[in-house]
């Protein structure tokens, strides 16, 4: 049970803020008598009544069912000794009745234990996701931001999928990615992607020197995590570092290891920047080198958009991917001005999950930023960090 089932089951058992699940096992309890008395002896159904614990085991608490369990076999004696001698179930049908409720106790102590495990567990992931996917504000290092992270696995609370923003002396950094495969070794390596970028970001004047740091950083954890015996030696991960340098406002830099091309998104269209020309981060020595750092042209009226394959790899039923760019087209023709990066993140969200029918093959993260309106720096933003989201 995941905590926002758990959540919506205990508000469908609540009424104007009182707990009511002791409802339904006490009108099948009175249920069961009224049915018992007014059918005839050859349909005896006061045994039934053992269904009554049981249903209180699955909706109360410990002491209620318990209750319940105490109230069945009193009223089971009760009605069953109303009937003459000749009609009555039995004692055999009151040892079931009897050990049905005691083990309804017992399940309802099991089921309760059980959530209150799920819950913790949860609650940890909770944690380890602000931890290391840390909230933004809403503008942060004088860009204004708007992500969304959609789990494959809809009991997911962390994944591969990351996005961080770092403000520093040397201008706002971005960098977005996805990490190899799934699990915890894909959170790890996103993690450790991530506190590089965070201090080489903040410290390092090129985006060049940014980029060796991530690479370098890649190589060592792999080496890390072989030496310790697990199978992530070939492990790596696509990603689009790019740099908001102070001194040239209309311009970016780019470095791209691999991934979705970031999409430019203003007044004049949709616009595709440098594409992965690069191999993911850990397989520069396969070519010698790390990929070019490409400055492109950033007007103050665009918007970018950058998305992870779970996006252009989404399918509907009949395979065809899901044509992001085409169906970004009218939305940006039908709108003006500076597009809000909030209100592409849901276009391109909703256009996703109705594409594929809600059926999402791999983790989706879906980011957009613009340049503030505003250069003002927020106050602390040059000294701070960004987000892991996934």
């Not at 799920?118 to 909230?135: F, G, K, M």
């Not at 954890?221 to 790596?236: I, K």
């Not at 949709?270 to 490409?294: C, I, K, Q, T």
């Not at 990066?341 to 849901?346: A, E, N, T, W």
Request: glycine share 12%; with cysteine.
């Amino acid at each position: 049970m995941t905590e926002m089932e758990y959540g919506r089951r205990r508000q469908l058992l609540r009424v104007r803020g009182r707990n009511v699940a002791w409802v339904p096992p006490l009108l099948l309890l009175v249920g069961i008598v009224l049915l018992d008395f007014n059918t005839t002896e050859r349909f005896r159904i006061i045994t039934w009544i053992v269904l009554v614990p049981g249903t209180a085991a699955a909706i109360c608490g410990v002491w209620t069912t318990g209750a319940f369990a105490v109230l069945a076999v009193v009223t089971y004696v009760a009605v069953d000794s109303a009937w003459p001698g000749q009609y009555q179930a039995g004692l055999g049908d009151f040892v079931l009745v009897a050990v049905g409720g005691m083990l309804a106790v017992v399940a309802c102590a099991v089921r309760l234990r059980k959530e209150r495990q799920t819950l913790h567990i949860q609650d940890i992931a909770e944690t380890t996701r602000r931890t290391v996917l840390r909230p933004l504000p809403p503008r942060w290092g004088g860009l204004e931001h708007a992500g969304v992270y959609l789990a494959a696995d809809v009991e997911a609370r962390v994944g591969g999928d990351f996005y961080d923003i770092q403000p520093g002396p040397h201008g706002t950094r971005l960098f977005v990615g996805d990490v190899q495969g799934k699990g915890l070794g894909a959170v790890e390596t996103a993690a450790a992607l991530l506190g590089t970028f965070r201090e080489a970001g903040y410290h390092e004047k090129d985006l060049a020197t940014v980029a060796e740091r991530l690479e370098i950083r890649m190589l060592r954890h792999r080496r890390h995590t072989t030496a310790l015996g697990r199978a992530d030696g070939d492990r790596f991960a696509t990603a689009v570092l790019i740099g908001f340098p102070e001194d040239t406002p209309e311009t970016i830099e780019v470095v791209n290891f691999g991934h979705e091309a970031p999409l430019a998104i203003g007044p004049g269209g949709v616009r595709e920047l440098p594409s992965g020309d690069g191999l993911p981060l850990g397989f520069a020595d396969l070519v010698g080198g790390l990929p070019p750092v490409h400055r492109v042209p950033l007007a103050a009226d665009e918007t970018l958009l950058l998305v992870t394959d779970g996006v252009t790899e989404a399918r509907d039923r009949r395979g065809t991917f899901y044509p992001l760019v085409r169906e970004l087209g009218p939305a940006v023709a039908a709108g003006t001005g500076h597009p809000d990066p909030g209100l592409l993140v849901r276009l391109v969200r909703d256009g996703v999950l109705r594409h594929c029918g809600g059926r999402l093959v791999d983790d989706t993260t879906v980011f957009a930023v613009r340049r503030a309106r505003e250069a003002a720096r927020e106050d602390g933003e040059d000294g701070e960090e960004g987000r892991l989201r996934s």
